[in-house]
């Protein structure tokens, strides 16, 4: 005997099938913690201070640690997330795709930001 079990009006709203270009949002959660794994395992590649914050003035201002280098990558997944929570409960299609989309250009930016500070400072 089956049972159907209808789902609540809540469980269909957080239903993942209601985002958009969902691929979109599984590579910017991809993307990031790859970032942040990545930075982790080249750590002993890395000097232990990093620039990072390049709109600072010249000088120590503009160093982190080599860890920070970590900063972007966690802002990005947090940005990742608040605007997929954002997307369950806005009704606009136009708008649940432009959140998305500028999650994953957030995560792409911010792991290209960290490879080439990584080039630029690493002893490869």
């Known amino acids: 005997m089956k049972i159907l079990i209808k789902k609540s009006a809540l469980q269909k709203k957080l239903s993942i099938e209601r985002v958009?270009?969902?691929n979109f949002v599984y590579l910017s959660f991809i993307?990031?913690?790859v970032g942040i794994l990545l930075i982790f395992?080249?750590?002993s590649k890395l000097p232990p201070e990093v620039p990072l914050f390049y709109g600072l003035p010249e000088g120590e201002e503009q160093l982190t640690t080599s860890l920070g280098l970590t900063?972007?990558?966690v802002g990005s997944l947090i940005i990742t997330?608040?605007?997929t929570i954002t997307v369950f409960f806005l009704?606009?299609?136009f708008l649940?795709?432009?959140l998305v989309l500028v999650s994953f250009a957030v995560s792409f930016l911010s792991f290209v930001t960290i490879v080439k500070i990584t080039l630029?400072?690493?002893s490869f």
Do not use: F, R
Request: proline letters at 8%; zero cysteines.
């Open 81 to 83: 997330i608040l605007n």
């Open 91 to 93: 009704q606009n299609s």
């Open 20 to 22: 958009p270009l969902k």
């Open 120 to 122: 630029l400072v690493g």
């Open 31 to 33: 993307i990031s913690i």
């Open 41 to 43: 395992l080249l750590q």
């Open 71 to 73: 900063l972007p990558l």
């Open 96 to 98: 649940q795709k432009t």
